[in-house]
C-alpha cells in the first residue's frame, strides 16, 4: 500500500532533523534564550550518567563503525589536509626580564611580517618560578623563523638531572623545521607524525572562521588515558573530530597525538576562534558529536584533573566556558589583556 505525500513528508522531516541534529543543536545554543542555563545546569549529572551507561551503548558504534566509518582512513578528507604547524613550550629561564625583552623583540616582528605566523605569544608561569610559556601556530614549516642568540641564551640548558622542560609540536613538521627548532636547546622536543583531528587549512573555503571577529580560546593539556584504551579513544576522538570540522567553522584546531614516551598520554590542543561558533558548536547538547565523545571517548580517559593543563583566552570567554561545564576549570588560565608576552594572536591576517 503506498503512503500518502504528507506522511512521506512527515517521516522525510523526522529524518532530516535525525540527521542534522549537531547542526539544530548548534543553532538552538545559540538562539533559544534559556536553553543554555538549562543544558549547564542538567550537564554534570548527564555526562556522567552516559559515560556509566556506555559499555551497554558502544556495540552500537562498533556495528555502524564497520558499515559506515570509512572517513577515519581517508587521508584525503578536509579534516586531515592542513600543514599547519602548532608548537607550545614551557621553558627555563636565567632572568625574567630579559627574557620578555629578548622573546617580545623576537616574536612582535615575526608575527608582524610573517603571513604564516598567526601566535606568538609567551606568558610567565605562575606556579613554577622562572618558566615561560610558549605557544606558536606557522601556516607551514617554512614560516618559521629561528630564534635568536639573544633571546636562546636566556634558556636555563636542561641536564641529565634537570630535563622539566618541553616542547610539543602538532600538524605538518617537516626535517628542516625539526633542525631548526632544535637548535634552541635545552629542552626535551616531542614531535609525533601521527595526529589524531585536525588543524584548519587557512584557505578560502575556511576564511570565516579565520577573520571571526573575536579573540580566540587556546587551550593546552596532557590527559592520561587508561592502559589499552589509546587506540579506541584515538579512533572515537578522528570519528567526534570529523563531525566537529563542518559543524565548527571557527575552531581552528582540535587534535591529540600519543606522548613519544608515554603511551597512556595524550597531548591535545584546542583553538577555539569564537565561542559560539567554535566552542559551543563543537560539542552541542544534544547531538551526534556528543554521544561519539562521551560514549566512546570520556571513558578511556583517567578521571580526574589533567596532569598539564593551560589555557589562553579573554577571560569572559573561559569564564563562560567554565559555566557550560565546571570540567574546564582544571585549566589554568591566562588572559590576554594580563601579563602578555609578544603579540595578540591573528588569524584574520592575510584574510
Not at 578511556?300 to 596532569?307: N, Y
Amino acid at each position: 500500500m503506498d503512503m500518502e505525500p504528507m506522511t512521506i513528508a512527515k517521516y522525510a522531516g523526522i529524518g532530516a532533523v535525525f540527521f542534522k541534529l549537531d547542526a539544530i543543536a548548534t543553532f538552538v545554543a545559540r538562539y533559544l534564550p534559556g536553553y543554555n542555563p538549562i543544558i549547564n545546569a542538567a550537564a554534570p549529572f548527564l555526562v556522567p550518567l552516559f559515560v556509566k551507561i556506555s559499555p551497554v551503548i558502544k556495540p552500537l558504534y562498533t556495528l555502524t563503525d564497520i558499515l559506515f566509518l570509512k572517513n577515519v582512513k581517508d587521508s584525503a578528507r578536509p579534516s586531515a589536509s592542513s600543514k599547519a604547524v602548532v608548537m607550545f613550550c614551557s621553558r627555563t629561564v636565567k632572568d625574567v626580564d630579559a627574557y620578555k625583552k629578548a622573546f617580545a623583540a623576537y616574536a612582535e616582528p615575526m608575527q608582524k611580517s610573517g603571513a604564516g605566523v598567526r601566535c606568538a605569544f609567551s606568558f610567565m608561569d605562575r606556579e613554577k618560578a622562572n618558566t615561560a610559556l610558549q605557544f606558536f601556530w606557522f601556516d607551514g614549516p617554512s614560516d618559521y623563523v629561528s630564534q635568536p642568540s639573544s633571546l636562546t641564551s636566556t634558556y636555563v640548558v636542561a641536564t641529565a638531572s634537570r630535563t622539566a622542560d618541553y616542547c610539543q609540536v602538532w600538524g605538518g613538521f617537516d626535517d628542516d623545521f625539526k633542525a631548526k627548532v632544535t637548535k634552541a636547546a635545552g629542552c626535551k622536543f616531542g614531535f609525533v607524525p601521527e595526529v589524531r583531528g585536525f588543524l584548519r587549512e587557512p584557505n578560502a573555503a575556511n576564511a570565516a572562521g579565520f577573520k571571526s571577529g573575536s579573540e580566540p580560546m587556546i587551550w593546552i593539556s596532557k590527559r592520561a588515558i587508561k592502559p589499552g584504551q589509546m587506540a579506541a579513544c584515538g579512533k572515537h576522538f578522528q570519528a567526534g573530530t570529523d563531525l566537529m570540522y563542518p559543524n565548527a567553522p571557527a575552531a581552528l584546531g582540535i587534535c591529540e597525538f600519543t606522548d613519544a614516551d608515554d603511551d597512556h598520554a595524550s597531548w591535545s590542543l584546542r583553538v577555539f576562534n569564537d565561542y559560539y561558533d567554535a566552542f559551543k558548536a563543537h560539542f552541542p547538547v544534544p547531538s551526534w558529536i556528543l554521544f561519539r565523545m562521551v560514549f566512546n571517548v570520556i571513558p578511556t580517559w583517567v578521571p580526574g584533573l589533567f596532569p598539564i593543563g593551560f589555557s589562553f583566552s579573554a577571560k569572559a570567554d573561559i569564564q563562560a566556558a567554565v559555566a557550560s561545564n565546571a570540567g574546564n576549570a582544571a585549566y589554568k588560565q591566562y588572559y590576554w589583556d594580563q601579563d602578555l608576552i609578544g603579540p595578540k594572536p591573528d588569524f584574520a591576517k592575510g584574510f
